[in-house]
């Protein structure tokens, strides 16, 4: 009971001072997407396909997630995401419902960055916690959507730097080892996005988590058929 008190007061804190994933701390107030972005300036070319490819699809997740829209490749509407969002967070803070407000043919969900990240004070295993609450979140949409397909999209690695500042970012395979599994389990769709990452030295911005433009439409190239 003392840790589910201490996880809703420290995830509600969250939403308020966290963007995706780590500084070194996890309660370390994220840097804004627009200064995470300055580097990457918005590209508009191409956008309009990507636009029609995926009208019919919601990614969900987390500050990574939620440049999709940032960056104009997808429309506001196509994406449901927030700094800081935990799959626990992303149950409590209603986005099954603001999916079904939308009825979409295909769900992306893209969580975990920040899970991993999460502190003895709520729990002692990252990994099996945020799983749970993962498994959770697909039930749910299934029982809202019961006719969308769901496809998982793995944590997205960070760069070495990056890891050197916040270590826990190394248990990122482990964390995707157990997304598979569990995505085999659920019986939904699980997109390996490690070929986008063959060339990776361009695709980041300054903080080594957040990503350019390119990322995300080499991304949804990758995640094309999924829709058809």
Do not use: W
């Amino acid at each position: 009971m003392y840790k589910k008190v201490i996880s809703t007061l420290f995830i509600g804190s969250i939403a308020l001072t966290l963007a995706a994933c780590g500084d070194g701390q996890y309660t370390i107030n994220k840097t804004p997407m627009a200064e995470v972005n300055e580097t990457a300036p918005m590209e508009k070319s191409n956008n309009t396909s990507y636009k029609t490819i995926f009208q019919h699809s919601v990614f969900l997740g987390d500050s990574i997630t939620e440049a999709l829209s940032y960056h104009d490749i997808l429309d506001e509407f196509n994406v449901v995401a927030g700094a800081g969002t935990t799959t626990e967070l992303a149950l409590e803070a209603g986005y099954v419902d603001k999916l079904a407000e939308r009825n979409p043919q295909h769900v992306f969900i893209m969580l975990g960055s920040d899970d991993i990240l999460l502190p003895p004070q709520v729990t002692d295993n990252p990994k099996q916690y945020s799983l749970k609450f993962y498994a959770k979140l697909i039930d749910s949409i299934k029982e809202k959507l019961p006719d969308a397909a769901i496809t998982v999209l793995p944590v997205t690695p960070v760069t070495p730097e990056a890891e050197k500042v916040e270590p826990r970012y190394k248990n990122i395979n482990d964390y995707n080892q157990g997304l598979k599994e569990l995505a085999s389990k659920e019986q939904v769709g699980f997109v390996d996005l490690s070929s986008i990452f063959a060339d990776s030295q361009n695709l980041y911005s300054s903080d080594g988590v957040h990503f350019k433009p390119e990322f995300y439409t080499r991304m949804l190239d990758l995640l094309k058929d999924q829709v058809k």
